[in-house]
């Protein structure tokens, strides 16, 4: 069963073109929307395993520049 999650992010002021462009580049991303509110991306992300995503976010996300913040949701039923 594959692991969807989806992810809120808030970057730095002038930083989210980067940041968007950093996150499609990830293989395990599936969309990434810029977006108005108190985030300025919404990305969605799917794994096959859990622990794929709390990778993605500790390790890979956390280390892009320009996060800020992030809210993770995973989806529980879809």
Not at 14 to 42: C, H, R, W, Y
């Amino acid at each position: 069963m594959v692991t969807r999650a989806y992810i809120l992010i808030e970057t730095a002021t002038g930083k989210t073109s980067e940041v968007s462009e950093a996150l499609k580049q990830m293989a395990i991303m599936k969309a990434v929307d810029t977006v108005t509110g108190p985030f300025n991306i919404i990305a969605t992300a799917e794994a096959d395993y859990l622990p794929s995503i709390s990778d993605l976010i500790s390790d890979v996300m956390h280390s892009v520049p320009g996060i800020v913040k992030t809210v993770t949701c995973l989806s529980v039923r879809s």
